[in-house]
């Protein structure tokens, strides 16, 4: 059963990538949703505005000012409309192109006023003036033709902005009425020159068409993107399912080295128990088994020994550290290596050239310590005490 549990975890490291790719398709597909939907309202605004500025440059031809003044709720209905979509998506870029439109949009409806007024202004005074004009000219018979014709074309000039001077008559009550509304007419009208000059200047169809291209750009990322996640959906999900199968076939072949190993362990172990002083303990250190030459090495028998610590064998000469070191060392799953001075049963030192192994269980867990020693007090004897001291910490 334990072979097949490497499965489970890879199968739902598989799971988990198709539910996040998916998940991921699905925020793509909004987002070209909302891209898709602004593009087609940045069409429709910019040709709403385009009319739109149209009829406010037509607004002198306009008699009814009706048709502008729903013009210019209709492209401030729509405006807001698509600033509201704008803000409703998530990108710096565009966050920023909808604070220029919102600032020049405000610009245009004041100036869409001002140019309807001043309009509406131009017109009633040119109406005054011409009927004012041709009673003067009705009353003043004396005036010759070329007079009468040299006023008019100054009058007309006047009216169409391109006289800025006064019309010079003999009657002083017409005369000053008539140039003080010429004036006006004249203000008025490079009012609503400069007027036009500022709408052109806050055209909006600028920051559209830079939204437009932001959103081709960010709908080609973003089939790119969806390109990608397929492509690494498929990848992914086959290198995991082979890696799941690689895993597979690994744990079912470990399985078997493990136990190969473990008997070729015993059997290595066996030899060892002809040429070497072996002993196994647990995990505490408590002596699970030793083998005869132990037994003939330390004068104590077997069943003084199994049960009992290591330290039955200890030397007071060994320092503490090294004993912690030894430990240290084998909990952390490494070999130890090491000379060490060990004390028989009769009190005579003996000096032994330890390697202790962890052994492990079929799960991969210590669960037992192999010692194995060779007897070297023939070789330390040829030395001194000091000399014999220096070489058994060095050996540590």
Known sequence: MKKYLILIPILLVVA???????????EIKEAEHKLTLLKEQS????????????????????????DVAQSSKEIERYTQIYLDTINAMDYERLYSLAKIIRSKSDKLALLYEDIKTDNTVI??????VINNFESYLKSSRSLSYQKRTYLKYLLKAAINNNYKGLVHINNVRYADALN???????????????????MRENDIRVEINQVILFTFKKLDELRVETDLIIK???????????????????????????RKLKNELAEFVHALDESAIVSKSDLEGNITYVNDKFCEVTGYERDELLGKSHNIVRHPDMPEGLFKRLWSTIQDNRIFKGTI????????????DT????LHDEDG??????????????FYKEFDGTEDKRRGNRGL
Not at 16 to 26: A, R, T
Not at 123 to 128: A, D, I, L, Q
Not at 365 to 378: A, C, F, G, M, Q
């Open 232 to 258: 690494k959906l498929l990848a992914g999900s086959m290198l995991m399912l082979l890696f799941a199968l690689g895993m597979y076939a690994r744990t079912i072949n470990s399985l078997a080295q493990t």
């Open 180 to 198: 003080r509304n010429l004036l006006m007419i004249q203000e008025r009208q490079a009012q609503m020159e400069k007027s036009y000059e500022l």
């Open 123 to 128: 017109n009633s005074s040119k109406v005054w």
């Open 341 to 352: 001075k060990n004390k028989a049963k009769d009190g005579s030192a003996y000096y032994v």
């Open 43 to 66: 069409h429709e605004l910019e040709v709403m505005f385009k009319n739109h500025m149209q009829t406010m440059e037509d607004v002198e031809k306009i008699v009814n000012l009706d």
């Open 365 to 378: 867990k210590v669960d037992e310590y192999l010692s194995v020693r060779y007897d070297i007090t023939n």
């Open 16 to 26: 988990g990538i198709i539910s996040f790719y998916l998940n991921k398709n699905i």
């Open 355 to 358: 390697t202790i192994v962890p």
